[in-house]
């Protein structure tokens, strides 16, 4: 897994093929976020079908921009577009899996797990008004901790991210100080006040973290555990310091009402709760409504249906959140009711 989340920093492709000459191919670009979990998936179905993923982990914004000018058989996105964006470029949008974004720091002899920040903090930080670890803002959800003099640098996405985009909103839900200077986006302004870093992709990010003495960043959870960086704690809606683990994802995602989100959009930053993980999404897939090509879109929902029905333990094993069977049954319907070909049903 480490080898493959070195290809997503340069943009390369899952290519799992049985043999040389793969008779199937679906082509998806976009989110580096789902990129270990779709690899798995797709080595997987390659086994069992033959049929081979060709997905280019280049970012959200790319994969955008791609599924709209029809180069890709699906584009991927972390940040959810709004229905009247759909309907304009005749789009569907569906969720695929859920994940989690972690704050990660380089700071030697810290272990995973033991710095604590809130979100305010994480906030003050990236808008630079908190400079030095030894900050007391730092050190007073720290006591006994032993916090280096050492400036803090902010890392964040240099490409159009999804990631950014869910990082952006939590930090917009927990102070007004964002959400008025900088706001949400899957590409911002970044404060010029802090000490910046730019990394392509998730992996890019986390890269620039291990490698540099005093870093921040926001990875989803799988980079920080295969890169070994440390993560931190954070506190949540309920006033609660909780750790990334698998049981505070799930808890943030029981939340979600997916049945009145139009297009499925959702956003499940922040979400209440004591065990709840403050910063959780979802991620998306973006397909055209209407197919010119019916047996490449039978091919693409028959992939995403078997990662829904066999692709749960494979994520589960990388601290992604399967979708709820009551979901996977409303994102059927919608393929079902939408996606044609020649006015016709595809699935």
């Known amino acids: 897994m480490k080898n493959l989340l070195k290809g997503a920093l340069f943009g390369c492709a899952i290519v799992c093929s ?4 793969a008779d199937t191919v679906i082509n998806g670009a976009g989110a580096t976020f789902p990129y270990p979990v779709y690899a798995k998936w797709a080595e997987q179905y390659n ?3 033959g049929v081979k993923l060709n997905y280019q982990a280049i970012g959200s914004g790319g994969g955008i921009k791609q599924i709209v000018a029809k180069t890709v058989d699906f584009g991927a996105s972390d940040a959810p577009l709004n229905k009247e964006a759909l309907d304009k470029d005749g789009l569907v949008q569906f969720p695929a899996v859920m994940g989690s974004i972690v704050a990660v720091v380089n700071l030697p002899g810290l272990k995973a797990g033991e710095l604590k920040l809130s979100g305010e903090l994480l906030a003050d930080i990236y808008l630079g008004k908190v400079k030095s670890w030894d900050d007391a803002a730092i ?13 803090i640098y902010t890392v964040h996405r240099s490409d159009g991210s999804g990631t950014t985009y869910n990082f952006t909103d ?3 839900r927990v102070s007004g100080d964002w959400k008025s200077s900088t706001g949400v986006g899957k590409e911002v302004a970044w404060p010029k006040e802090a000490n910046q870093l730019g990394g392509k992709g998730n992996a890019g990010v986390a890269n620039f973290v291990k490698r540099t003495k005093g870093a921040i960043g926001y990875v989803e959870f799988a980079y920080a555990k295969t890169n070994g960086l440390a993560y931190t704690q954070l506190k949540n809606k309920d006033g609660k310091f909780v750790l990334p683990t698998m049981g505070a994802f799930q808890a943030a995602a029981a ?4 049945a009145n989100a139009p297009g499925f959009k959702l956003i499940l930053n922040d979400q209440p709760g004591a065990e709840s993980w403050p910063m959780t999404a979802a991620t998306f897939i973006l397909m055209h409504k209407e197919q010119a090509n019916e047996a490449t879109a039978k091919e693409v929902l028959k ?5 829904y029905a066999n692709g749960d333990d494979l994520a589960a094993e990388l601290e992604y959140i399967p979708m709820p069977d009551n979901v996977v049954k409303m994102v059927e319907t919608m393929w079902h009711n939408d996606i044609k070909a020649d006015g016709k049903a595809v699935y």
Request: proline fraction near 6%; charged fraction near 20%; avoid cysteine.
């Open 170 to 172: 939590y930090l917009s």
């Open 47 to 49: 086994k069992e079908t």
């Open 18 to 21: 049985t043999s040389a000459f």
């Open 139 to 151: 050190a007073e959800l720290n006591s006994g901790v032993k916090l280096p003099k050492t400036p």
């Open 303 to 307: 992939f995403f249906e078997w990662s």
């Open 255 to 258: 939340n979600a009402d997916w």
